[in-house]
């Protein structure tokens, strides 16, 4: 199982990035998937998890209308659109998939809004 994060970087208040986390090595399109983040001296954080499909989405409060997580099952491959970033956003964002009792992580791409 591997998961790669991509398309992190450094951004405005005010701006937007597109997270991409790319799987490979299971049935993707039968897994939930999961955006975690994680800033300096704070625990991991989950800021969205989607279902199989694209209808069933959780946001956490701190970005709800702000983020929205999409997957396309023909790529295998998760996505994390990000807008109206604030500088609390700041964090390595991680993907995650729960198979067989056990969590997968990804490396983690790093989000700094700053100006």
């Known amino acids: 199982v591997q998961l790669v994060e991509s398309g992190g970087g450094l951004v405005q208040p005010g701006g937007s990035l597109t997270l991409s986390c790319a799987t490979s090595g299971f049935t993707f399109s039968r897994a939930a998937m999961t955006w975690a983040r994680q800033a300096p001296g704070k625990e991991r954080d989950v800021v969205a998890s989607t279902g199989l499909g694209n209808s069933l989405t959780y946001y956490d409060e701190s970005v709800k209308g702000r983020f929205t997580m999409s997957r396309d099952n023909a790529k295998n491959t998760v996505y994390l659109r990000m807008s109206r970033l604030k500088p609390e956003d700041t964090a390595v964002y991680y993907c995650?998939?729960?198979?067989?009792?056990?969590?997968?992580w990804g490396q983690g791409t790093q989000v700094t809004v700053s100006s």
């Open positions: 995650m998939t729960h198979l067989d009792d056990r969590e997968y």
